[in-house]
């Protein structure tokens, strides 16, 4: 064989892993299927759809670094079949109308969300063992204001105190209330279930005082549902993750994981004093930054409720709720 001159033809190279064409446009999933977000265990999501098929799948990468929690309404492709094995993915979040978040400390600015598009917080104490903290209790109705939620004070433990005291705390404030007891036939379960049926609910509180008790008597298969629901990897308990289930007549409620505290490190006066129309109308006279508290120079809400524009009881209370987020100690 003559030897003869090289040219690029004889030069062969693999093409690259990034060779094929890219494009800005990205799929419509017109057909995507609607479904609601139950449970969050591990990258890996359990939801219902509207017919009641029961799915698990992961975020697409079309989501980017949107975060997905309990409550969300999104969309699916990918096996919806709902088999042991199948696995859609995540490709769009809807709006949310509502978003309960809290920081793990008031010096933390990052917010971490709990639960989206929930109508209603529980907040439940018990009246005794453990012993009331209103403080704690302050800064879940501060969290409920600020994210969009109608609060509602569950006091459970009837048969161990009087609720009076507990009661007439936070009756300035508006805050609906129900007092309940033990046993399946108490009243005061009846009037939360009553009040739960037909709505999306988040219970929460802090480890004790009866919030599992209470997610049993509302749901009464809940261990099964909770089994059914937690069907993502190898599952968790309802104690150290969220979970939704359905209320027998309609509606939802999210059984949430006991808390020790509940950081508002994200949370400014300002949206707190949006829940108080009342007042939010005199600090409109108060000279820019004030915080609205007792004793603050140019402060005018004392003398907008001395003018009878609002209650002294109802400026105490949220006075009381601002001075949560000036105060940077644990609660």
């Not at 048969?159 to 300035?172: F, G, H, K, S």
């Not at 298969?221 to 209320?247: F, I, N, Q, W």
Request: proline share 8%; aromatic share 2%.
């Amino acid at each position: 064989m003559s030897p003869r001159e090289l040219d690029e033809d004889d030069v062969r190279v693999r093409p690259g892993r990034g060779s094929r064409p890219r494009t800005r446009t990205r799929p419509a999933h017109e057909d995507a299927t609607p479904a609601d977000v139950l449970a969050v265990d591990r990258g890996r999501f359990r939801l219902r759809t509207a017919d009641g098929l029961l799915i698990t799948a992961v975020r697409a990468r079309e989501l980017g670094r949107r975060g997905v929690v309990v409550g969300d309404r999104v969309a699916l492709v990918g096996d919806r079949t709902g088999g042991p094995d199948a696995l859609a993915r995540i490709v769009r979040l809807e709006p949310r109308t509502s978003l309960l978040r809290r920081t793990p400390d008031d010096s933390d600015p990052v917010e971490r969300a709990v639960v989206a598009n929930a109508e209603v917080l529980v907040v439940v104490t018990a009246l005794a063992d453990p012993v009331p903290r209103p403080r704690l209790v302050d800064r879940c109705l501060v969290a409920a204001y600020d994210g969009g939620l109608a609060p509602l004070l569950c006091l459970t433990k009837r048969d161990l105190a009087d609720p009076a005291e507990l009661l007439a705390l936070y009756a300035p404030l508006g805050v609906d209330s129900v007092v309940t007891g033990p046993g399946a036939e108490d009243p005061g379960v009846a009037e939360l279930r009553a009040r739960l049926s037909g709505r999306v609910s988040v219970l929460f509180g802090q480890s004790g005082v009866g919030k599992s008790t209470l997610v049993n008597l509302l749901v009464p298969d809940a261990m099964r549902a909770v089994g059914e629901v937690t069907g993502v990897g190898k599952g968790r308990h309802t104690s150290s993750s969220a979970v939704a289930l359905p209320l027998p007549g309609g509606g939802t409620v999210v059984d949430t994981p006991g808390v020790r505290s509940f950081g508002l490190g994200a949370v400014t006066a300002a949206r707190v004093l949006a829940a108080f129309p009342d007042l939010a109308e005199g600090a409109a006279y108060c000279p820019p930054g004030c915080d609205h508290l007792a004793g603050t120079v140019g402060c005018t809400l004392a003398d907008w409720a001395a003018r009878g524009r609002a209650t002294p009881a109802r400026l105490d209370s949220l006075r009381r709720l601002l001075a949560a987020l000036e105060d940077a100690s644990p609660p």
